[in-house]
């Protein structure tokens, strides 16, 4: 199948699905009604109730002959995701390759969900008593993903809840939902049991009803608004939520000046900025910013900006037009606060170019809440704890970047930085599948990754004997 063709069109509830470059149609899909969606979970519960008995080497027998199914489609696949989310062909895929890899990893850690025996002799009646804790599936999961990383992020809740004996039933977002759509045709051509894995399309009345029907884990991946309805409606369902972040990348004097140039490009400019965890706010230490700030630019400079399916894009575009257009406004709104433009801050419908912004105040209008585009504003710093502690002030804590081979500087970021993660001389933006990747205050509750996923999505359970 390519991404030209219709998936089960419904004339009375279409969704149809747009290029952000050209506007071109590239896929139709039927929406479902609330009805539907909790028949879907119902069905979904079946297939739970044989599956959650399956053995380990079943399940990661599933997950490895889906991730060659992947592998198998895999530019069509690429092709996909590119025209309905406008990444650029490369980046589109290296998320394919990446879903490969999450799926298998998820497969070799469903063989290690491991419980654990205590001795119960510390209390009266407790000798001769062995407590064996063992992990069990929760059931059926409800997975919502975006549209920035609409393959990799679905494999990222749906691999570490089949391996751990889960059914899934997922809701892409209806601005990019046909890569989700082929997934359920490669589990099909994998031979996955019936009804293991479905996918339902739609808005925010879907998601809502979602959260209403039977489900008994929500794994959601979105912005803090819409998770906060979400938990709201959910009840005492059980939440996994990353909503974005503000993330920070530090340079000191005596960092890899180049590395880091590139690490700040790399990140933030990837997927046109579209990333949660994208270097948001760079901030640059006195000593070296003017020098930092001529080669970034020039760097900046040097993108390739355009058709996505062009191989030599270096960048696509943003969403849609709204999206581009409140981008346009914060930088605008940040300028006449007193922010420089140092290049870009200009769009051509969805293609917004690069931009660069310094002199910007904490509290402008792009660097005090999550950007979701193309632009770094920078910041100027003396002292590091101040900078953390501005940091820290924020509503957001995803990841930060730390630029510096300073062992007691590396200890200060780590240990004072309110955020889920820390990388060293890394953008935040780095991820590794199978490491905990998740964040604090607005950025979400629980953690993705592999490993800790698996656990996030199981019950456990305590015998004593």
């Known amino acids: 199948m390519t991404s030209l063709q219709k998936i089960a069109p419904t004339p009375a509830r279409p969704i149809m699905v747009r290029n952000p470059f050209n506007g071109q149609i590239v896929g139709e899909i039927a929406e479902h009604s609330g009805a539907e969606v909790a028949a879907t979970v119902l069905r979904a519960k079946t297939a739970q109730r044989e599956f959650r008995y399956s053995t380990p080497a079943v399940r990661r027998a599933l997950l490895n002959a889906l991730a060659a199914e992947i592998a198998k489609d895999a530019e069509n696949l690429a092709r996909i995701i590119s025209s309905e989310m406008g990444k650029t062909i490369r980046e589109a895929r290296n998320e394919v390759r990446r879903a490969q890899n999450t799926l298998k990893l998820s497969g070799d850690a469903a063989t290690f969900l491991d419980g654990e025996a205590l001795h119960c002799a510390i209390v009266e009646g407790g000798v001769d008593r062995l407590a064996t804790i063992t992990y069990e599936p929760v059931g059926v999961i409800g997975a919502i993903t975006p549209f920035n990383y609409p393959l990799n992020l679905l494999c990222h809740k749906l691999g570490p809840a089949i391996a751990a004996g889960n059914a899934v039933v997922a809701k892409p977002s209806p601005k990019a939902p046909l890569a989700a759509a082929r997934l359920f045709e490669l589990t099909q051509k994998a031979n996955w049991p019936r009804d293991l894995f479905q996918v339902i399309h739609g808005g925010a009345d879907c998601a809502l009803s979602l959260v209403h029907a039977p489900i008994d884990l929500l794994s959601f991946t979105g912005g803090p608004r819409a998770g906060l309805a979400l938990k709201n409606a959910s009840g005492l ?28 490009v790399g990140h933030r400019f990837e997927i046109a900025g579209q990333s949660c965890a994208a270097v948001k706010k760079l901030y640059l230490h006195k000593d070296i910013e003017q020098v930092f700030t001529q ?6 400079d040097a993108i390739k900006f355009g058709d996505p399916s062009n191989d030599d894009s270096d960048m696509g575009t943003v969403i849609d037009l709204p999206a581009a257009q409140e981008v346009a406004q914060r930088v605008r709104a940040s300028v006449a606060g007193g922010a420089k433009l140092l290049t870009g801050g200009n769009h051509e419908n969805t293609l917004f170019s690069p931009t660069v912004i310094s002199d910007v105040e904490p509290n402008s209008a792009v660097i005090a809440d999550e950007t979701f585009g193309p632009v770094i504003a920078i910041r100027s710093f003396t002292d590091p704890n101040a900078a953390i502690a501005e940091v820290n002030a924020g509503a957001f804590g995803l990841q930060a970047g730390v630029f510096t081979n300073d062992h007691a ?11 889920g993660g820390v990388m060293v001389n890394e953008g935040p933006d780095f991820r590794a599948e199978h490491v905990p990747f998740g964040g604090v205050k607005r950025s979400g509750l629980g953690r993705e990754g592999v490993r800790i996923a698996l656990r996030e999505m199981s019950e456990q359970k305590v015998v004593i004997d």
Do not use: H, W, Y
């Not at 920070?248 to 700040?264: C, E, I, S, W, Y």
């Open 409 to 419: 500087l590396i200890k200060t970021f780590s240990r004072e930085l309110m955020v």
């Open 237 to 264: 369902i059980r939440c996994l939520m990353e909503l974005g972040g503000n993330d920070p990348l530090f340079v000191l004097p005596d960092a890899d000046l180049d590395k880091a140039v590139a690490t700040a």
């Open 295 to 300: 080669r970034l630019l020039a760097a900046v």
